[in-house]
Structures are given as structure tokens and as C-alpha cells.
């Protein structure tokens, strides 16, 4: 690449793609791309397909040296050659997007990383996608429940706290909502520094999250002013709530 071929396509990361235009504007940077397949055979009868038309869709990609960055990819539609065969036309898809999102699967993986493991809000992560508040809240369910539902994601426990949390203020239809949490509390000697997130759960009155709160082979503890942070999947810093 050192005359330049293909550094586009390098800076773009997206196998299979090349890059067709670049264009600057105040607030984003659009990059219309495009699929380097040449041949593409017929997923029904085999035949060798002919390009029949594009169609260009917009999807949100990850920013592009701190700029929100908006791809314009040139779909092909393929027609099969074959009177006879089922299959008429198709639009290509690949597995960097989803046909059902309107950002790439990249770019929705990095949303839950900086929700769930950096703890940025939804909305401050959506302005820097240049998206609406639900894109990255669907990125963060499609992409973390996975992490959340793995039983090997919270590892050995090594002291188990509790702690009681109102998450829902009371209201005209309903009253005050506590609910409990156990996190796994870090130490350093005998003196707690920090907590982990394990689980939260709803509590139907006060006092019964340390009464129920047990594990075999760990020492069951109060943790109050040590869960600090109940959205997130680590807890860093002590008290600050």
C-alpha cells in the first residue's frame, strides 16, 4: 500500500468493502462504500446472477477520528438468469450490518461496551453515534443480555455483600419500589476498597435482603455504602452513590 491503493479500505476495517467516496461535512463524515464481489451465483438453482439494479441504504458506523461517521452502502440487486428459477432478484447482505439496525454491528458492540463496562449514559454515547437514545439502548440489550445471561460471567466470589436500593420513587399509581443487590466485595487486608455487581432483585419489604442473602462457601456481609453504581457490571469506587 504504498502507493496509496487501498489505504481507504484499511482505514475503513470492513473486510469484503471498498470505499467509493469520501465526503466532509460540518458535523459527520459520509463514506459511500460498496461490496468487491464480482461473481455471485444464484443461492437456488446455482446459475450465475446478473447485477439488476442498487438501492443505497445509511447506516451509522463507529466515528471516524471524533466525528460521528455515516455509511452509504450501494447494495447490489442480483437477478438470476434462469426464467424458471424461484428466485427472481435479492439484495446482498453481509454480516458487518443487520438488515433490522440501522447502525453496524461494530458500532453496536461499542455502544454496550461504553454503557455497560465504561458506564457512560445512553444518551451521551447516542450523541456521540449520532443516533437517537433507542438505537443505543437496543445495541446495549441485543449485545449485553448474552453477557448478563452467561453463568460464567461473575467467576469465583470472594466476599458477599448486600445492599438495599430504591430504584422507582413513589408515584400516584404506585408506591415506593425497593429493590436489593449482592455484589462480590474486593479487599485489601480486612478493609473493603471496591464491589463487583452480581445480581439485583425486587424486595417486597425492608429488611429481607439480608436475612435471604446466603452462597455456599462464602461469608454472607452487609455491603451498604459499597454497591455504588447498580446499571453497570463493575463497581470501582467506594460510597459514591
Given amino acids: 500500500m504504498s502507493d496509496g491503493i487501498g489505504l481507504a479500505e484499511a482505514l475503513l ?20 462504500i460498496e461490496t468487491t464481489s ?63 439496525r440501522i447502525i453496524t454491528r461494530r458500532a453496536g458492540m461499542e455502544a454496550c461496551r461504553q454503557v455497560g463496562e465504561l458506564a457512560r449514559p445512553v444518551s451521551q454515547v447516542a450523541d456521540q453515534f449520532g443516533v437517537c437514545w433507542w438505537t443505543v439502548m437496543n445495541a446495549v440489550v441485543e449485545h449485553g443480555s448474552p453477557i448478563v445471561d452467561d453463568p460464567d460471567r461473575v467467576g469465583a466470589v470472594n466476599l458477599l ?53 446466603s452462597c455456599d462457601g462464602v461469608v454472607p456481609c452487609v455491603g451498604d455504602g459499597f454497591v455504588t453504581r447498580a446499571g453497570g457490571v463493575l463497581v470501582d469506587e467506594r460510597g459514591a452513590r
Fill in 13 to 32: 476495517g470492513l473486510p469484503g468493502f471498498r470505499v467509493l467516496e469520501v465526503t466532509e461535512h460540518a458535523d459527520e463524515v459520509v463514506i459511500a
Fill in 161 to 213: 455483600g448486600v445492599d438495599e436500593t430504591s430504584f422507582l420513587r413513589a408515584n400516584r399509581a404506585t408506591g415506593r419500589r425497593p429493590h436489593g443487590t449482592r455484589a462480590d466485595q474486593r479487599t485489601h487486608g480486612t478493609v473493603p476498597t471496591a464491589c463487583r455487581l452480581l445480581t439485583i432483585w425486587k424486595r417486597k419489604r425492608r429488611g429481607q435482603a439480608n436475612r435471604s442473602a
Fill in 38 to 100: 464480482a461473481v455471485v451465483w444464484c443461492m437456488r438453482c446455482g446459475v450465475r446472477a446478473e447485477a439488476h439494479d442498487r438501492i443505497s441504504v445509511e447506516v451509522r458506523d463507529l466515528p471516524c477520528f471524533g466525528r460521528p461517521a455515516r455509511l452509504v452502502w450501494r447494495k447490489r440487486r442480483w437477478r438470476c438468469r434462469e426464467h424458471v428459477c424461484d428466485a427472481k432478484t435479492w439484495t446482498e447482505t453481509s454480516s458487518h450490518f443487520d438488515a433490522q
